[in-house]
């Protein structure tokens, strides 16, 4: 899963549900790459983009300082008047930068905002699988099963309806992680 680019290639934990990267030092040297990339690009734009899927790597990889100064770097140059889309995917891997660092509530607070955002903005809508499936790791995170199995349920079927294998085959296996841990907490042993 993840970017067709051998440094951004990460897998899914079926236990966890976590991104595990492929390969770390590649990661982190193609994340390297693409700060250096959005630090000197002119156009703002094009930077802002190469900043936030940087800053996405550098969360998967556990350096969250660097994540966070490429987020602001990235939304600074985003405004929601002009690049709603863009800054609503960079606020999505924002989102990930709490939960990865162990603040479930506040990273649950950032999901729940976005799926209500990508629902009532029909230029978002593209995004609300994704605001769907990472607003259910986050709850899965908490322990909350069934609010999550809602959440990856309503997810897999905008999936299913996009026809992205890839996208269909995380959901799956997050819906799965998901049913187990529901059958888990109904037979303690």
Do not use: W
Request: with cysteine; glycine share 6%.
């Amino acid at each position: 899963m993840g970017s067709a680019e051998s440094g951004a290639a990460y897998t899914i934990d079926a236990v966890s549900l976590r991104a595990q990267p492929v390969d770390a030092a590649a990661m982190l040297a193609h994340a390297r790459s693409l700060q250096r990339r959005a630090m000197q690009d002119p156009d703002a734009a094009h930077g802002a983009r190469s900043a936030s899927e940087a800053a996405l790597l550098f969360v998967l990889l556990g350096h969250y300082d660097d994540a966070r100064q490429l987020f602001d770097f990235s939304l600074a140059r985003q405004p929601a008047s002009e690049r709603l889309y863009d800054r609503t995917v960079t606020q999505l891997r924002f989102a990930q930068l709490p939960q990865f660092a162990g603040q479930l509530s506040e990273s649950e607070s950032l999901f729940a905002d976005l799926v209500a955002r990508c629902r009532g903005d029909p230029t978002l809508q593209p995004l609300l699988d994704f605001a769907l499936q990472h607003h259910g790791k986050v709850l899965f995170d908490q322990g909350d099963y069934g609010r999550a199995l809602d959440r990856f349920q309503e997810a897999l079927a905008l999936r299913e309806a996009k026809g992205v294998s890839e996208l269909i085959a995380s959901t799956q296996i997050a819906i799965a992680a998901t049913a187990a841990r529901i059958a888990a907490k109904g037979n303690p042993e």
